[in-house]
């Protein structure tokens, strides 16, 4: 399996960004999609994640209201929405594949390589 995240960038406060993430090869293996960030000198923290089969979307609650995942079955995409974008959300942003839902980064299996999302004030 082969994920490939996109859509990072530079932006100001206020400002919203869509960062995607294309699935390829053997995807059966994975049930939910998830967003992790990493920001400056902290460990990765848990964004969003998505159920494949129910869409069933859990945030974490310094996203929640501002950020929508979502999903592209026909593209086997997911979806990050960020909105009212916030400096404090300035991170290397991953998305991930594993076998259920959670919020803890060991659970999934499968990488992405990092975008990097900057928001300046």
């Known amino acids: 399996v082969q994920l490939q995240a996109s859509g990072g960038g530079e932006v100001q406060a206020g400002d919203s960004l869509r960062l995607s993430c294309a699935a390829s090869?053997?995807?059966?293996?994975?049930?939910?999609r998830g967003w992790f960030r990493q920001p400056p000198g902290k460990e990765r923290e848990f964004v969003a994640y998505?159920?494949?089969?129910?869409?069933?979307?859990i945030y974490a609650d310094s996203v929640k209201g501002r950020f929508a995942i979502s999903r592209d079955n026909a593209k086997n995409t997911v979806y990050l929405q960020m909105n009212s974008l916030k400096p404090e959300d300035t991170a290397v942003y991953y998305c991930?594949?594993?076998?259920?839902?959670?919020?803890?980064?060991?659970?999934?299996?499968?990488w992405g390589q990092g975008t990097q999302v900057t928001v300046s004030s």
């Open positions: 991930a594949g594993g076998p259920y839902g959670s919020r803890r980064y060991d659970t999934y299996g499968y």
């Open positions: 090869g053997r995807t059966s293996s994975i049930s939910v």
């Open positions: 998505i159920t494949w089969g129910s869409s069933t979307a």
